[in-house]
């Protein structure tokens, strides 16, 4: 059985996850390097799973104080006062069915409960359809609470929550 380890993103590994963001496509947006570093620089959880050494995969949170402009992570800010809102989650296909997003999941909300933050705040696509996602999220205890259209039209997303217990 291969070993998953979960430690702090550092700028050192900001290249392969930009590589990894980008090599994601369309299940999570298009940013150049630039704004990647933003997204981690503004991050309250920037946490990396390595499968055996190797990268796995990666999940950034944010809380509402971030100075952010997506409109998924905006409309959460508008109806919810706590919550860590999940920006971003890839598994690199080597690691996927290994537990690896259970792990940073369970990772997260560990982080959010020590913090007292109740919820954990997520999107899904719709159009296109990420039904991978969308099994996940539910099978997890995600429970939709809106949908959005982004993008001009070309998505429209399921916006989810879950309670951490707190």
Request: aromatic letters at 12%; charged letters at 25%; one cysteine or more.
């Amino acid at each position: 059985m291969k070993q998953i380890h979960i430690r702090d993103a550092t700028e050192a590994d900001r290249h392969e996850l930009h590589r990894l963001n980008q090599n994601s496509l369309p299940h999570v947006s298009s940013v150049s390097l630039e704004e990647f570093d933003y997204l981690l620089s503004d991050s309250v959880y920037a946490r990396i799973a390595e499968v055996s050494g190797v990268l796995g995969g990666f999940l950034l949170a944010f809380d509402p104080l971030a100075a952010y402009d997506s409109p998924n992570f905006l409309w959460f800010r508008e109806h919810y006062e706590s919550f860590a809102y999940i920006d971003r989650i890839i598994v690199s296909s080597h690691a996927r069915r290994k537990g690896v997003a259970s792990l940073l999941y369970d990772d997260l909300s560990q982080f959010a409960f020590s913090r007292g933050i109740p919820l954990i705040a997520c999107e899904y696509n719709l159009r296109p359809p990420n039904e991978v996602s969308m099994r996940f999220h539910e099978s997890y205890g995600f429970r939709e609470v809106g949908k959005q259209d982004t993008e001009g039209g070309k998505k429209r997303v399921s916006l989810q929550i879950r309670d951490v217990g707190v």
